[in-house]
């Protein structure tokens, strides 16, 4: 049976999905409002295993596509994403069984929340990320091969589409981020839809109970007077791999992303050495004095050193004390297939993985 969410996971899974959301994702902050606000009005959420999954149950894909640093001057209305599921279920012309989301990591962790809010079906605790990264196709279905199409896309001034076929997982990431780059850099999305089959076989399986769990860990570290970001570590199988203060951020919006680089000068064990982490909404590689210590697809984390919340790329600002965790990925997007597409060249970057917990 599944589990009901109560406030406290939902309070949990805003600090947990803000850190695994690696800098990207867009802050929870503001869905995490709306979730709870609409559980104070008496609406509850039903979180289920992807085991409990038909094999030919129909399960609808959510995000929001976009600009982190567009999130957070733009609000996100729960009835847009769960106007992208009715528009894709009309297209497909059946209902859906269950909603989860594209990407555990930042706001997009809440948006299966939003939409079931409206649509009353339960949410899958599994993503296909687990994480967040920048573009459509960095995902599990993706590198397991499964259809790219259809996509629909909602935006709140009554912009509807649906992308109806595409030859490649890649095409659609350009279809669909020129839409959202039209509709303002931010768009509510529902991806392709899947199988119950599929996710078993193909999602990022209890990625949301991992992320109420590590908010969990630092509400407990914090109660104890404990260091939150080695609680953190902890309990994720990460290292702490720096510490020290940002001194220096530059950012831009283009194409859709927010993309720059960020600098941190060390403090304490890393007096004198300087940190640099390059940015695509996500944080996709650091480097220790010019060279590499952590690339994508691990999970390359900045969190306030005392509080252990996440800073992200949208949010990290001069003077911030800052330590930087590295969690590892699942094993999927480690494997051959999967650095194809969510590996350094994937993201531009002429580097070969440097695994950071080796």
């Given amino acids: 049976m599944g589990r009901a969410l109560t406030i406290t996971d939902v309070d949990d899974l805003a600090v947990g999905a803000w850190i695994i959301g690696t ?22 959420f039903e979180m289920i295993d992807p085991t409990e999954l038909e094999d030919d149950a129909r399960v609808a894909v959510v995000s929001t596509m976009g600009a982190p640093l567009v999130m957070q001057e733009r609000l996100q209305d729960s009835r847009d994403v769960a106007r992208a599921v009715e528009i894709m279920a009309d297209h497909i012309g059946a209902p859906f069984d269950a909603v989860m989301a594209t990407e555990i990591g930042g706001s997009n962790a809440f948006q299966p929340l939003m939409a079931a809010a409206h649509l009353d079906i339960p949410v899958v605790d599994a993503d296909a990320m687990g994480r967040a990264y920048p573009e459509a196709q960095m995902t599990s279905f993706a590198i397991a091969g499964l259809q790219p199409w259809p996509l629909s896309l909602v935006d709140p001034r009554g912009i509807e589409a649906v992308i109806s076929h595409v030859p490649t997982w890649k095409w659609m990431e350009r279809a669909s981020r020129v839409l959202t780059v039209e509709t303002g850099s931010m768009a509510a999305t529902c991806k392709a839809p899947r199988t119950g089959a599929e996710v078993k076989r193909w999602s990022v399986a209890n990625s949301m109970s991992l992320a109420i769990g590590l908010g969990a ?22 290292r702490r791999l720096f510490g020290g203060k940002v001194t220096d951020v530059e950012r831009r919006t283009t194409g859709g992303f927010l993309r720059g680089m960020a600098v941190v000068e060390g ?33 390359i984390c900045l969190l306030d050193a005392e509080s252990g919340t996440a800073i992200g790329t949208e949010t990290a600002r001069y003077g911030q004390r800052a330590s930087l965790l590295a969690i590892p990925a699942p094993d999927l997007f480690r494997s051959e297939a999967g650095l194809r597409y969510v590996g350094p060249r994937a993201m531009g970057y002429d580097l070969d993985p440097v695994d950071p917990l080796s």
């Fill in 23 to 44: 800098g990207g994702g867009g802050s929870p902050h503001l869905n995490h409002l709306n979730v709870r606000q609409v559980m104070s009005g008496g609406r509850t």
């Fill in 217 to 238: 860990t630092v509400r407990r570290a914090r109660a104890e007077h404990a260091d939150p970001v080695e609680a953190v570590a902890d309990a994720a199988g990460g």
């Fill in 267 to 299: 403090l304490d064990g890393w007096s004198g050495q300087r940190l640099e982490l390059d940015f695509q909404n996500e944080w996709l590689v650091a480097r220790l004095d010019g060279q590499p210590i952590a690339t994508v697809p691990h999970l």
